[in-house]
């Protein structure tokens, strides 16, 4: 680490200058605005659900278990980029240091490849749910949960050891600016001096085995879902699946809606100004839906919320 930070600060001579939306004054002060709400409102979020997860027997199962691990996955993803990017919105200066760089580039990419597999875990989770439901408990034992969780998280710190150590060690040839709001690899590799096609390839492939395939395994899995629940002549168990599935299909789309527009197509995105606001909505928007999703769409986490309140108010009383 201490190697590469050093052939990055060489490369660069001073501190990158991250560009973000400075060509635009007053969408600034807006953002600005925007981007701490929704911060505020992530924080909050995603702190209740895993605290409502751990603390309400109800939810120890393995759907809200890899929830509150989806949770605590954006909650540290937006407050690597956040704090950074309303520091630059707010004030003229829109420098960071080769190291301050260097932690978001590696955390950013883990937390977001560790998403991209969780999300994936979890659609296997709902699988078992709809299509196995007598063997549930069975297969998704909490061993197996853990190892799941424990894939994710490992998928995450590999790929972000291997494509930001390789995009650091490029040499930048005292290029600084980054015509981005955030140390992403795209736009990292866009500041190097030599030729980067070898890193766009090895850019791409990564995006194939940390994004398309997992979109692949949640497409097949909502496949035999959607199977089953057309056997289904119950209205209940057809509500009943459509609740269990539904949260979790309207996060998968609005991540992999976003995210994959970025890393398959990084030249087209990244030539235009359309990048950095696709990128703001899997980065910042994203996580601050996911509670509002999980828990005005799901009975369980708004049941369980109320018994806590109940019970803080029956021990104050």
């Known amino acids: 680490m201490n190697r590469v930070m050093k052939t990055s600060n060489e490369s660069v001579g001073g501190d990158f200058i991250l560009v973000g939306f400075s060509d635009q004054p ?16 992530t924080l909050a979020g995603n702190t209740t659900i895993i605290l409502v997860s751990s603390l309400d027997s109800m939810l120890h199962t393995p759907m809200y278990y890899f929830l509150t691990h989806l949770s605590f996955v954006d909650l540290c ?5 956040v704090p950074q990017l309303l520091w630059n919105l707010h004030g003229p200066s829109k420098t960071i240091t080769p190291i301050g ?7 950013s990419l883990a937390l977001g490849s560790t998403e991209c597999i ?12 709809v299509c196995r439901p007598l063997h549930y408990a069975i297969v998704m034992h909490p061993r197996l949960c853990q190892s799941l969780a424990g894939m994710a998280w490992l998928s995450g710190l590999g790929n972000t050891l291997i494509q930001g150590t390789i995009t650091l060690r490029l040499p930048f040839c005292g290029n600084r600016k980054i015509y981005h ?43 035999f879902i959607a199977q089953a629940v057309m056997r289904i002549r119950s209205v209940q168990a057809w509500r009943k699946a459509l609740g269990t599935c539904g ?25 235009h100004s359309q990048g950095r606001f696709i990128t703001l909505l899997y980065t910042v928007l994203t996580p601050t839906l996911n509670p509002l999703i999980y828990t005005l769409r799901n009975k369980d986490v708004k ?3 109320k018994r806590l309140v109940q019970k803080d108010w029956s021990k104050r009383n």
């Not at 002060?29 to 409102?41: E, G, H, P, R, S």
């Not at 969780?118 to 749910?129: G, K, P, Q, W």
């Open 247 to 271: 949260s979790h299909l309207l996060v998968v789309s609005l991540f992999y809606g976003t995210i994959t527009a970025v890393y398959i197509h990084p030249n087209s995105s990244y030539a």
């Open 77 to 81: 993803l937006t407050t690597t980029i």
């Open 26 to 41: 007053q969408l600034e002060k807006i953002l600005f605005v925007l981007v701490l709400t929704c911060y505020l409102l």
């Open 101 to 107: 760089c260097a932690i978001q580039l590696y955390m």
């Open 118 to 129: 969780l999300l994936a875990v979890m659609a296997f989770d709902r699988y078992a749910a």
């Open 181 to 223: 709001f955030i140390c992403e690899v795209p736009a990292m590799i866009k500041l190097a001096c030599v030729d980067i096609h070898a890193n766009e390839v090895q850019l791409f492939m990564a995006s194939l085995v940390l994004l398309l395939l997992p979109l692949s395994l949640i497409l097949i899995s909502y496949g």
């Open 303 to 305: 049941g369980a919320l």
